[in-house]
């Protein structure tokens, strides 16, 4: 069973940064995508970024130009650099991996930036 375990959030202030990782119990290199979306209260979960096995990567566009996504196959982890953090950005992050196949998830991590 393949489990994903985020960590890196916390509490900063406006204009901050932080850096998330994902790791992942197996192997990621035959997964095609991995992602991180956000819920923030009573809003739907949204991709944030997501990375294909090739290094693709994409963005939604309020993040565009802050955060930055990354995978490194021997750590099994992907990594998600959040710069210039907003009040907005506030919410609880989930790792995703293998979205087309088996839809793997992590418990989330809470990400809360203070104005």
């Known amino acids: 069973q393949v489990q994903l375990v985020e960590s890196g959030g916390g509490l900063v202030q406006a204009g901050g940064s932080l850096r998330l990782s994902c790791v992942v119990s197996g192997s990621i290199f035959s997964f095609d995508a991995m992602g991180w979306y956000r819920q923030a209260p009573g809003k739907q979960r949204e991709l944030v970024a997501g990375?294909?096995?090739?290094?693709?990567?994409n963005y939604a566009d309020s993040v565009k130009g802050r955060f930055t996504i990354s995978r490194d196959n021997a750590k099994n982890t992907v990594y998600l650099q959040m710069n210039s953090l907003k009040h907005e950005d506030t919410a609880v992050y989930y790792c995703?991996?293998?979205?087309?196949?088996?839809?793997?998830w992590g418990q989330g991590t809470q990400v809360t930036v203070s104005s």
């Open positions: 995703n991996a293998d979205p087309y196949e088996n839809d793997y």
């Open positions: 990375i294909t096995s090739d290094g693709s990567t």
